[in-house]
């Protein structure tokens, strides 16, 4: 595997379910973001972690949660999520100090029923 | 806070002829600016960027962009198109030596045979 890299890349899910979506980097980096891409909108950035702590949560509800355990992985937590959750929800990772150049992966297509 | 434009949010544009698409961002002391297209079911490939330097930055698949810190803009071009640069394309920028990039709300450009 090369890049970044996102598993599933398509996910429907009822109101009441609890899923994850899981990001992994293979470039060595050391910050990952998780980003939403609604129709019609700018991406819209959610949380950045670097050197595996949290240092942006950008007024995000709880019912999205992030996890960084290591350096090249990244997990979105999702629970009792709403219909206007539906998404494209994108990872990227960077290499801070290198002009912070972005990498994203394919994404996850979310569906909320 | 730091904002970017594009005022195209749709560009049709027939095979072999040039393109523009057009991109301009809040004044900033020292920005990084970059070129992302999306091809449908992807996540974002940097096509361009500029950190500092000539103002002409040449960027993968023939296209190019110009600095222009007067006009604040960062217009994306390409002397001939083919069918395959169908796609969104998103302008972003953000502060120098930051991790926050802001995007703009995409173009699509829809070459026509």
């Known amino acids: 595997e090369t890049g970044v890299t996102q598993t599933p890349r398509h996910l429907v899910m009822g109101m009441t379910n609890k899923k994850s979506l899981k990001c992994e980097q293979h470039l060595g980096h050391n910050a990952m973001y998780w980003y939403k891409q609604s129709a019609k909108k700018p991406l819209e950035l959610m949380f950045v972690?670097?050197?595996?702590?949290?240092?942006e949560n950008n007024s995000v509800p709880s019912r999205f949660s992030p996890e960084c355990p290591n350096s090249s992985h990244l997990f979105l937590h999702l629970h009792t999520l709403q219909p206007e959750d539906s998404a494209l929800y994108l990872c990227?990772?960077?290499?801070?100090?290198?002009?912070?150049?972005?990498?994203f992966g394919p994404g996850t297509r979310l569906t909320v029923l | 806070a730091q904002s970017v434009t594009q005022l195209d949010s749709q560009v049709p544009v027939f095979e072999e002829a040039p393109v523009e698409l057009r991109c301009n961002y809040s004044s900033s002391v020292s920005v990084y600016l970059f070129w992302y297209v999306q091809y449908p079911n992807q996540g974002l490939q940097l096509l361009l960027k500029y950190l500092s330097g000539s103002t002409l930055v040449k960027g993968i698949n023939g296209f190019e962009a110009e600095f222009n810190k007067s006009q604040t803009s960062f217009h994306l071009r390409k002397p001939s198109v083919h069918i395959s640069d169908t796609a969104e394309y998103f302008c972003?920028?953000?502060?120098?030596?930051?991790?926050?990039?802001?995007f703009g709300t995409g173009t699509r450009l829809k070459v026509l045979a």
């Open positions: 972003a920028v953000s502060d120098a030596g930051t991790y926050k990039y802001i």
């Open positions: 990227a990772s960077s290499q801070e100090g290198r002009s912070n150049e972005q990498f």
């Open positions: 972690y670097s050197l595996e702590e949290r240092v």
